[in-house]
């Protein structure tokens, strides 16, 4: 039996990327996630502080999928967010799907679901380093390390 | 705050608990981590 909760976090500290702060807020980052149903699943890929996409002071930028399936890619300034691309439907908790943001040198954020477009995109240059990764899951909610040939892993490129 | 490294990753807990299990994509075996709530 699982409870239902919001905001339990694992991080990555960007500087096991190997990548400078700069490198770490541009290029691709592609994952792989399971949602539950009824869950809140973020993903804080641009972040300066641990935590979900409103812990207090977090500047960065978050991919979001909501109670409903609703997925969002979205900036939170000072630990307040606000949503820039929503997209409704197309996810089916309980099953696997890959996610593919970009970020290119313009700030021109572009979302993948299984390697297609998903929705529209936006741009912003307001946060332009980065120091974690934070995955805020509900209780169900699976992320993939990959498999024993590198597949259906976390990868974060600097180039897109 | 918590800073235990899972296995095999380059994640560290933050808060909440979680593990380390298997699933399966496309066919594949693979290794993930899940955010679980145990009662």
């Known amino acids: ?160 | 705050m918590a800073n235990n490294y899972l296995e095999n990753s380059q994640f560290q807990i933050s808060s909440g608990t979680w593990k380390i299990t298997t699933s399966t994509i496309k066919g594949s075996l693979v290794k993930c981590i899940q955010n679980v709530v145990a009662v």
């Open chain 1, 1 to 160: 039996m699982h409870t239902k909760c919001c905001g339990c976090v694992v991080y990555i500290d960007t500087v096991k990327l190997k990548q400078s702060l700069i490198e770490n807020a541009y290029g691709e980052y592609s994952f792989w996630i399971q949602h539950a149903d009824g869950s809140n699943t973020q993903v804080i890929f641009i972040g300066d502080t641990i935590g979900a996409k409103n812990a207090t002071g977090q500047d960065g930028y978050y991919f979001d999928i909501s109670t409903s399936e609703v997925v969002v890619l979205g900036e939170s300034v000072g630990g307040t967010p606000t949503d820039k691309v929503t997209n409704s439907g197309g996810i089916v908790s309980g099953e696997w799907t890959k996610f593919t943001i970009t970020r290119d040198n313009s700030g021109l954020f572009t979302l993948y679901k299984n390697g297609n477009l998903l929705g529209s995109t936006f741009t912003d240059t307001t946060a332009t380093t980065s120091n974690y990764i934070c995955l805020s899951f509900g209780a169900g909610d699976l992320f993939s390390l990959g498999d024993k040939s590198g597949n259906y892993n976390f990868k974060k490129l600097i180039t897109i």
